[in-house]
Structures are given as structure tokens and as C-alpha cells.
């Protein structure tokens, strides 16, 4: 999907409704979604390439300009003329958000259009170190096609990491890594959310949460995101592990979990253990968090972080 950042100011109220004017200042493009993954990755230094659909119209060229900007290879862009591109945009007066217009389709890709798409992601599964779903239920991740791609993972021993949003339609179960969010992670439970504790691992309910997904879906590995609390790593067997957030600054969380399981996932397929994933995608996602709109980080600002937050 393609962000689109409007940035104005506020002086007056609309007479027309009760509603601000907005005075235009300028505005940005950035790469949202499964593009703000793939774009966190190449930051990192990492050969990526996005597999997906975009429209044949001004913001699929648009996305595909950024990405190859960023070194991300687009030729797994699916372009059709059935569907617009994903388009969020935000209109934001100083340091607030006043709106965001989405424009999208969300149905599921023609079953031909999916099948287009799965065989290119096999052909070039064999050259891959590891997978990212993120799913962003906006029609590409269908049940088949999720099914498709963990047989194949299975098959070639690729790590298969997903960023779940829950959903009746989808199998989650046997995943390399599951990435909900905390909101999420207690949709994907099945179990209401409550007031959270301020420590994490004393909050019952998460950690009800986070078990029940362990127990019916079976990953390898359960990262929940708990925006200022940090992370939460899971594992069958294990005690959980709490990795507080490092950031200093809180500028804009969007797309902060897209950097944390481009990180994570990033440094498992490199040999590193789960805590020390989780480390690393911690202090990642505390330098975007300091950023405005959908960022990444470099290497330099990574090791910076760890230089002075120990």
C-alpha cells in the first residue's frame, strides 16, 4: 500500500461544519504495509523482493518508484486494472492527525490473479532465506494461497513469518513466527482484552492470551508488540521473556511493527537466537518510533542504539 501524508496547518474552523480548515504545506509519499516490511529490510542491507498486487494507476507507480528507490525488487507486483492500489491518506496539522481517507478494494484476488501470484512467490522461494507474510487483509493473503506457502516453506526449510491479523477465513497454525500486536494477539486467543498491567509479565490475561495461541496454533515463536511496554517474546515450554522498549522519543508508531518483524526476522534467518532477535528488533522499532510516518533504520542508527542503551 502507498501512505500519502498531507501536512498543513490549522487556523480556523470551517464554516461550512464544525470542522477545522487545514492550510496546505506539503505533502509525502512513503511505502505502507507489506512495502514498508521489504523497505525495512533493504535498509538493513538485505536483497529483498515484494510479492503482491497493486492497480495500474498514479499510486502503483508511485509505490514502485519509492521501492526501487530502496532497492527493493518489484517485479513480484502483481498490476491490476481490477483494483486500485492501496491508498491510505492522512492529513496531519502540526503534530495531529485531523483524518485519513482510504481508498482500496478488499475482496480477495480472482482466483487466476492468486494463482499468478503463488506460482511467481515458488519460483522464487528457492533463492529466498526466509518469508514475511504481512497481511494487511486486503485480499492477497487468501486461505489458499497461506496454505500454499507454508507447504512450500515446510518443503525448502524456510523460515515463514507472519504478521497475523485475525481472521475465521486463515490457518494459522504451524508458522515459523506469529507477530500480533497486542489487540491482535487477544483476537487471535479468541478472548476478551482488560486493563493491562504495567509489567507485562504479571498481566493474566496476556498471558492467557499469548499461551492459548501457543497451544492452537503452534508456532515456532509468538512476538507480541506491546507499543510503550516493549516486546514479548513466547515459546512453547519456556517462560515468557518481557524486552521493555528502548525508545526515547515517540514521534509516530505507524509501521513500527513492520520494522519489528523485518528485524526479528532478519536476524533469525542470520543465526541469531530468539532473545537476541528480539533485542534487535526492539531497538529497531525504538528509532522508527522517533521518526515521523512509516520509517526504517539503518545499521549505523542500530548499533547507535545499542551504544547508548547498553
Not at 502483481?78 to 485519513?100: E, F, H, N
Not at 496454505?147 to 497475523?164: I, N, P, Y
Amino acid at each position: 500500500m502507498l501512505d500519502h501524508f498531507v501536512w498543513g496547518r490549522v487556523s480556523r474552523i470551517s464554516p461550512e461544519a464544525p470542522v477545522p480548515v487545514v492550510d496546505f504545506e506539503r505533502e509525502s509519499w512513503m511505502p505502507g504495509g507489506a512495502a514498508n516490511v521489504a523497505r525495512n529490510l533493504s535498509a538493513l542491507g538485505i536483497q529483498t523482493r515484494l510479492f503482491g498486487a497493486v492497480g495500474k494507476d498514479f499510486s502503483a507507480d508511485r509505490l514502485t518508484d519509492l521501492l526501487r528507490q530502496a532497492n527493493v525488487e518489484c517485479s513480484g507486483l502483481l498490476a491490476l486494472g481490477t483494483r486500485p492500489t492501496s491508498l491510505k491518506m492522512r492529513i496531519v496539522a502540526g503534530q495531529q492527525q485531523i483524518t485519513r481517507l482510504d481508498r482500496e478494494n478488499r475482496q480477495p484476488l480472482d482466483t487466476p490473479d492468486a494463482e499468478t501470484l503463488q506460482k511467481a512467490i515458488a519460483r522464487a522461494l528457492p533463492s529466498a532465506d526466509g518469508v514475511i507474510i504481512a497481511d494487511y487483509s486486503k485480499g492477497c493473503v487468501t486461505p489458499a494461497a497461506l496454505e500454499s506457502l507454508k507447504s512450500l516453506c515446510r518443503k525448502t526449510g524456510k523460515w515463514l513469518s507472519f504478521d497475523a491479523k485475525p481472521s475465521p477465513h486463515l490457518d494459522l497454525r504451524g508458522l515459523s513466527l506469529i507477530k500480533p500486536n497486542r489487540g491482535e494477539a487477544f483476537g487471535l486467543a479468541g478472548i476478551a482484552d482488560t486493563i493491562r498491567h504495567d509489567q507485562p509479565l504479571r498481566d493474566g490475561p496476556l498471558m492467557t492470551a499469548s499461551q492459548r495461541i501457543l497451544d492452537t496454533l503452534s508456532p515456532a515463536l509468538l512476538l507480541i508488540t506491546l507499543g510503550e511496554q516493549g516486546l514479548l517474546l513466547c515459546r512453547r515450554n519456556e517462560p515468557p521473556v518481557h524486552i521493555p522498549t528502548v525508545a526515547q522519543e515517540v514521534f509516530d508508531v505507524s509501521g513500527a511493527g513492520d520494522t519489528v518483524i523485518a528485524a526479528f526476522t532478519l536476524a533469525i534467518v542470520a543465526g541469531a537466537s530468539p532473545v537476541e532477535a528480539a533485542i534487535l528488533a526492539n531497538h529497531a522499532a525504538g528509532v522508527v518510533v522517533g521518526k515521523r510516518g512509516t520509517a526504517t533504520v539503518t545499521p549505523g542508527e542500530l548499533i547507535s542504539s545499542f551504544e547508548q542503551n547498553g
